[in-house]
């Protein structure tokens, strides 16, 4: 029923890694493997597994069995099989591994962008005049500071656009584990190996650097504001010298502007929320999350007003290409077919012998 998925998310991420590796091999550079919140990428895709797993099992049998043991052993072997089917464990263990994969393979070769184009190769001033001329002779972070200030506005906008970081891969394994419906799950772990990898593409397109980089003493005022953001800017300029002049053999960098895939990404999350969750509270947090982002990306300088441009292109891109690989119709209520869950909330009958 999906093969169509199953070779797009398996063909990319396999593309991207043997690009990395070829990459990584002609410049004598180490393939490295980025540490993440949960450590190095081999870990962190079985720890969200079990972490999520943990998270659907425990709640709901502390919950149904009103904290009786004897009634938990049965409400957990319901869930088991009646969710985790073996499409919903092949959709979980495929999704998250590709993604893993495909992420790795996209920060090495964001990393080797200033060796294999050259150093000097940027397009920093001319997304820079477009920045001007769309502001009207103004510089859009310079504006935006003046209208938004700065204190708790910058606590605001960095915690949101931090808040992306960890939150990529709990996405993709939420969106795997408890999708209502197993095409969604395909369509959101296709569209995001699209995604990152269409974004490692723009970043050889146009290599830009970012306003926040290339142009630092318009972000002075933000600079005395002890943010998040502020720290992880220093960290990315301290890690990129450190690639470019120290030649440290598992050294990597993680500077590159065009386009934003921040933008890309929380957009993609609220087209997916949009069209494979009900819940409308959670369509406006995600809504409001991917306008938030845009408006982080321009004040704090990590990209220009094309960067996110791009950005919004590669979600659309990615959005619809995986929504035709795992069958979509794209209607407001999202394809029916293939139901993986009971429609029973609480296992009666198993919870009802147990207690007898």
Do not use: C
């Amino acid at each position: 029923m999906y093969r169509r998925a199953y070779a797009l998310l398996v063909g990319v991420t396999v593309g991207m890694l043997a690009l990395a590796l070829v990459t990584a091999h002609h410049l004598d550079r180490s393939f490295v493997d980025p540490e993440g919140f949960l450590g190095p990428a081999w870990a962190r895709g079985p720890l969200l597994i079990l972490g999520a797993l943990a998270l659907d099992m425990v709640p709901r049998a502390l919950w149904y069995s009103r904290l009786d043991p004897r009634k938990m052993w049965p409400i957990v072997t319901e869930r088991w099989r009646t969710h985790w089917t073996r499409d919903r464990i092949v959709l979980v263990v495929l999704g998250v591994t590709s993604f893993y994969v495909t992420y790795v393979a996209y920060r090495n070769l964001k990393s080797f962008l200033p060796e294999v184009l050259g150093r000097d190769y940027m397009f920093d001033r001319e997304l820079h005049q477009i920045d001007q001329f769309l502001f009207f002779g103004n510089e859009p972070a310079v504006v935006l500071h003046s209208l938004l200030g700065y204190e708790w506005i910058a606590q605001l906008l960095s915690s949101v656009y931090l808040w992306y970081l960890p939150l990529v891969p709990l996405a993709v394994t939420g969106w795997a584990i408890w999708s209502r419906n197993i095409s969604f799950g395909y369509w959101f772990a296709t569209s995001q190996v699209l995604a990152w990898t269409l974004g490692t593409a723009s970043y050889y397109m146009l290599p830009t650097l970012g306003p926040g980089f290339e142009y630092p003493w318009l972000y002075t005022d933000i600079n005395n504001y002890d943010t998040g953001t502020s720290g992880l800017m220093d960290s990315l300029s301290d890690a990129r010298s450190t690639f470019l002049y120290d030649d440290l053999e598992n050294a990597i960098q993680g500077v590159a502007g065009f386009a934003s895939l921040h933008t890309a990404i929380t957009l993609l999350w609220a087209l997916m929320a949009q069209y494979t969750i009900r819940n409308r509270l959670v369509h406006w947090l995600f809504w409001v999350n991917f306008g938030i982002t845009i408006v982080a990306t321009l004040y704090f300088g990590w990209h220009y007003v094309a960067d996110d441009i791009g950005g919004v292109m590669i979600a659309l891109i990615s959005f619809y290409l995986g929504g035709l690989a795992s069958g979509q119709k794209f209607d407001r209520q999202g394809r029916s077919s293939h139901p993986t869950t009971t429609t029973s909330k609480i296992p009666v009958d198993t919870v009802s012998r147990s207690s007898s």
